[in-house]
């Protein structure tokens, strides 16, 4: 809000990780080619626990831009893009976490106008954590 003397700037300078979703929006474009500023998210989630060891869930996003041009001189739209990511964190024991994650994202109009890109996107991770 340009109106206000509050601070409102990301700070992009203090990253951290909670849980799926919450900092780095997205698998896809939050972790390789969108930034948490000049971004509008749209996000809809499924969380489920089958078992005290087991949690699972879907994550839907709809990203726009803000400001088109920051993206490059050439953007003009605020479409960028819609990615479905799911995970699955298994906690092996007290000390290991095993998380597996699948996502799939489908490129809008300012990454075509920005990259030239209109293949969908798919990613996959295994992800081991070891806590002490």
């Known amino acids: 809000d340009p109106g206000t003397t509050k601070n409102e700037g990301f700070d992009s300078l ?13 698998e896809i474009g939050g972790e390789y080619f969108l ?5 509008i998210s749209h996000q809809a ?8 060891s087991v949690g699972t869930g879907l994550i839907g996003y709809a990203f726009y831009l803000d400001q088109p041009a920051a993206l490059g001189p050439e953007v003009t739209s605020t479409s960028v893009l819609t990615e479905l990511d799911w995970y699955m964190d298994w906690k092996a ?11 799939y994202a489908h490129p809008r109009e300012a990454v075509y106008q920005a990259y030239q890109r ?3 996107f798919t990613y996959g991770m295994i992800y081991v954590a070891y806590s002490y």
């Not at 930034?35 to 971004?39: D, E, I, P």
């Open 45 to 52: 989630r499924l969380h489920l626990t089958p078992s005290e």
């Open 35 to 39: 930034a948490n500023s000049n971004l």
């Open 14 to 26: 203090i990253p951290g990780f909670y849980d799926w979703g919450t900092w780095w929006q997205g």
């Open 118 to 120: 209109s293949e969908n």
């Open 93 to 103: 024991n007290s000390n290991f976490t095993i998380s597996f994650i699948a996502a």
